[in-house]
């Protein structure tokens, strides 16, 4: 069967993006990474799609008038690689409800917390200051609000006496980069999907382990 295509959208380091083109190195994986747009030149993220020879483009929000214009410019590139799932991953703009709106269920996210707590920005810090005992890390479809939208997974992770937010941080990245690739792969081999405002699935995926934490897949 055809592999879903997948586009990564991403600002910088790319660790998760590397985590995705890991899993998508699989033949039996069931998505390609066949796209990777960053909205910063020269970062390490498109290091990582050279390496693996994904087709990639800088999209400089900074050469836009409007946003959008902007996203207007990352959904043509989208059309023309016939993407059928677009992937944040680090991807540090805000997109506009109408993009938001166009890939509704087809647009996901990786964020380091447990949402719904803890959207934004300096999560870890956040956390740390909170005196959280369990944090983690969320994959869901995106909503028009920042850090919003149906769960489709999560990871947690102790939080630890003597953690800053380095350590928290560290020990957060180690479950995303598997639980980003364990979802995409139940989203594109259908096991999981939206339905309204949450996204369900049977008890097969529980069974498989994908949702253990952490996950198995
Ligand atoms: C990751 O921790 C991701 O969860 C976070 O940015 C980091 C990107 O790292 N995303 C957000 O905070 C989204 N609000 P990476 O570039 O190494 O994948």
């Known amino acids: 069967m055809a592999r879903a295509k997948i586009a990564v959208l991403i600002s910088g380091r790319g660790s998760n993006l590397q985590s995705l083109i890991d899993a998508a190195a699989d033949d039996n994986y069931p998505a390609e990474i ?19 020879g994904i087709h990639q483009l800088v999209i400089d929000h900074k050469d836009f008038q409007t946003r959008e214009d902007f996203d207007a410019a990352i959904n043509e590139a ?17 997109l506009t ?18 949402l719904p707590a803890f959207k934004g920005l300096h999560v870890h810090e956040r956390m740390i200051d909170a005196g959280v005992k369990i944090a983690g890390c969320s994959v ?13 997974g999560q990871a947690a992770v102790p939080v630890l006496p003597g953690d800053d937010a380095d350590t928290l941080a560290a020990r957060i990245l180690e479950q995303e980069h598997k639980l980003y690739p364990a979802c995409v792969k139940l989203i594109t081999e259908n096991k999981a999907r939206l339905s309204g405002a949450v996204v369900p699935f049977d008890s097969s995926v529980i069974a498989s382990g994908a949702l253990s934490n952490p996950p198995s897949v």
């Open 78 to 94: 989208l059309r023309v690689t016939k993407i059928d799932y677009v992937c944040l991953a680090g991807f540090m703009r805000m």
């Open 34 to 52: 066949a796209l990777v747009i960053s909205n910063r030149p020269k970062v390490k993220g498109l290091e990582r799609a050279t390496k693996a």
């Open 140 to 152: 869901h479809f995106v909503s028009a609000e920042v850090d919003a939208g149906p769960i489709i």
């Open 97 to 114: 409800p109408q993009f938001v709106n166009d890939w509704r269920g087809r647009l996901i996210n990786i964020h380091p917390s447990l």
